[in-house]
């Protein structure tokens, strides 16, 4: 159990942060996709110590991911990489399956994610908002596809998932099947960007610049997932909790490693 005195240096905390994290966001678009295209078009680098938050520069978290695409996914289709951002885990999948795609409403992001892809035979980018009727159709060609998707459900709104999902449906037909990697951080925004690094003083670059920029993100765990992909729809392979490794932004290791969870799932025909 925390002290009094722990406590009340939580609460003041809270007060004090509670008006820097207003004051900040207040100047992000709350038109979501404009929000990600500007906030891409600003990047100037990424990779390690880049301007990223959720890029961690090595590709350390998806090798833990390994063993469990290897157990489900079948190796022969594609994948098709959701909200892919500037392609390093499309990178990273090519490796391990015949074609990779990443795709994403940005323009920005996929602009970027090509020039950091270039001389990759297997790898290519589609500029499309995933969440649009019929978003899912043809992104693969004629073929069925499996589908990888991290760190995007979180920062969609509820409605916005489920039509996202809905049109992961016609993307792994009835041999594709789908492995998301999500934030799960339980607690509120203040909680949230403290764990990052922030501090009344000082917030570290790439945090500052996602709060400025982009829509909150909430969390992603078993209870949403259940939601958004429920048993009827969908069946459930394997799921459980991952570590979502972020841009390290300061010398404490652990405040770039964030709870996250992780699922794989088949649709249901
Ligand atoms: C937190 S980033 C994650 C990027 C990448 N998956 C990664 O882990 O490095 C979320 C990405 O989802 C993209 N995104 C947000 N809404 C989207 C939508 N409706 N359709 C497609 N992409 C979307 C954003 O542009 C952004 O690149």
């Known amino acids: 159990m925390s002290s009094p005195v722990a406590a009340v240096r939580s609460a003041l905390r809270k007060y004090l942060m509670v008006p820097k994290l207003i004051r900040l966001s207040r100047s992000a678009p709350k038109d979501r996709p404009l929000a990600w295209d500007r906030y891409w078009a600003g990047i100037a680098a990424t990779g390690p110590r880049g301007e990223v938050l959720w890029d961690s520069g090595n590709d350390h978290e998806l090798l833990g991911y390994l063993d469990a695409l290897q157990r489900h996914l079948d190796p022969g289709l594609p994948v098709v990489d959701i909200g892919c951002g500037h392609g390093s885990f499309t990178r990273g999948l090519a490796a391990f399956f015949p074609q990779a795609i990443g795709v994403d409403v940005s323009d920005h992001a996929v602009a970027r994610a090509r020039r950091e892809s270039a001389g990759m035979e297997n790898v290519s980018y589609v500029v499309r908002d995933m969440t649009a009727p019929g978003a899912g159709h043809g992104l693969a060609g004629p073929t069925d596809a ?64 996602a709060i400025r920029e982009l829509p909150m993100p909430g969390h992603f765990g078993p209870s949403e997932c259940g939601r958004v992909m429920p048993p009827e729809a969908w069946e459930l392979l394997e799921d459980g909790p991952v570590t979502i490794e972020t841009n390290r932004m300061t010398d404490v290791a652990g405040e770039s490693l964030i709870p996250g969870y992780f699922a794989v799932l088949r649709a249901r025909h």
Not at 160 to 170: E, S, T
Not at 174 to 196: K, W
């Open 146 to 209: 499996n589908v990888f998707i991290r760190g995007v459900l979180h920062v969609l709104e509820p409605a916005d998932q489920a039509a996202l999902v809905g049109n992961l449906r016609d993307l792994v037909g009835t041999r594709g099947t789908v492995f998301l990697a999500e934030t799960n951080f339980q607690g509120d925004p203040v909680d949230y960007v403290t764990h990052l690094g922030a501090t009344i003083r000082d917030i570290p670059a790439p945090l500052e610049r």
